[in-house]
């Protein structure tokens, strides 16, 4: 394993183009000149939207679309980190989108299959699963240009996550592409300071109150504070966790779960709460399933589940009980392909965005009042569902 700081070369060419051809007819004697194109103004609280070609733009007040910007394959958007941009994921790495100007910039961090984009500590750590790389960056510097970044490299390239706390350590997945196995977790230095194996097939991360470290298993989760690793065991022999969400205000970790390991597709209706002070999990079951794009959290430590019935389901993490149900859409199915279009959800601050795309829509709701407050019809379906912020 090996690390490097990565100093990105922007390299910026100007050429003069001389054009031949006929020079184009002067204005009719007392002609008005050609009115100049107006700047386009700023996006307000920019909405990131993918679509099968492309994205969309949005701002987050009206939800008036601002700008579509063509882009081929399949893209994913996660926030970077500051208050206007998004990472872009695309085949050949993450690409930086100013979301209020807006514009896709040519700004990229190279990486085969770029995967996960973590926020934390005001640091971005992002995670190239084809090539093992992990760059960590201040998001402040993305409006700079491309930032110089730190560069640790996995011992084995594999579908990963890492993340970087307050204090300079850095959490890093051990595995292959034939399995993963668990945690790493390096010093400012990057020396290697802790190491845990005790999580078959570790995907996803989250991040509860105090810089507890949330990873998901194939057993139940792995917890990493205070320098020390806890397991907490599922109720189930198999009982995988691969989705979380977190938040700095509540010491507990919002999972999905499932149980049925020889599912072509699994569809959950319950989901975990694990306790990061305690080293507890308890499962709610929601009466209804829910997908990988389902979880999301409140400002308040709100845990958030959007499922199958079309509804936000409110649950109060500490009492582990669903408190409030908000009625957004119409029922539907997750499709057996991950990356086709499905429901998702986004929050910032006390505004919910789900987009629905058997309908092209997405609605904006206030958590406050639990109302839909406005909506909005898209050209194309949504898929993934972001933003700035």
Not at 32 to 43: F, G, I, L, N, Y
Not at 57 to 64: A, E, F, H
Request: proline fraction near 8%; charge should be negative; aromatic fraction near 4%.
């Amino acid at each position: 394993m090996t690390v490097r700081t990565s100093v990105p070369v922007l390299v910026a060419a100007a050429a003069l183009l001389a054009a031949c051809g006929t020079a184009p007819p002067a204005p009719a004697p007392g002609a008005a000149p050609p009115a100049a194109s107006s700047p386009q103004p700023p996006v307000t609280d920019p909405i990131v939207v993918t679509y099968d070609g492309g994205l969309y733009v949005l701002d987050g007040q009206s939800l008036r679309l601002a700008k579509d910007i063509p882009l081929a394959g399949f893209n994913r958007v996660n926030p970077a980190g500051d208050e206007r941009h998004v990472m872009v994921s695309t085949a050949t790495g993450f690409r930086v989108l100013d979301a209020v100007t807006p514009a896709l910039k040519d700004d990229e961090f190279k990486g085969s299959k770029p995967g996960h984009v973590v926020r934390h500590g005001g640091t971005t750590v992002l995670f190239s699963d084809g090539t093992g790389e992990v760059t960590v960056f201040d998001p402040a510097d993305l409006a700079g240009g491309l930032p110089e970044g730190e560069v640790y490299t996995a011992a084995a390239p594999h579908h990963g996550v890492a993340l970087q706390l307050e204090n300079g350590e850095l959490v890093v997945s051990l595995g292959t592409e034939e399995k993963r196995t668990g945690l790493l977790v390096l010093d400012r230095s990057r020396k290697e300071i802790a190491r845990s194996e005790d999580c078959p097939g570790v995907h996803g991360e989250a991040t509860a109150r105090n810089e507890a470290v949330v990873v998901g298993c194939e057993d139940g989760v792995l917890i990493y504070k205070d320098g020390e690793f806890t397991k907490v065991d599922s109720p189930d022999e198999y009982g995988r966790i691969g989705n979380q969400a977190g938040s700095d205000v509540s010491p507990i970790v919002l999972g999905d779960y499932k149980k049925d390991p020889d599912a072509e597709l699994e569809r959950p209706t319950q989901v975990s709460l694990i306790d990061t002070a305690a080293g507890t999990m308890r499962l709610l079951d929601l009466g209804t399933s829910y997908t990988f794009r389902s979880l999301a959290r409140g400002p308040q430590g709100e845990a958030l589940v959007l499922g199958t019935d079309g509804r936000v389901h409110v649950i109060d993490p500490a009492e582990a009980k669903v408190v409030r149900s908000i009625e957004v859409m119409g029922e539907w199915k997750e499709p057996i392909d991950w990356q086709q279009p499905r429901p998702a959800i986004f929050v910032r601050g006390r505004s919910v965005y789900v987009s629905d795309p058997a309908t092209r829509k997405v609605h904006a709701i206030d958590l406050a009042s639990g109302k839909v407050v406005r909506s909005t019809t898209l050209p194309r379906s949504p898929n993934e569902l972001s933003g700035a912020g």
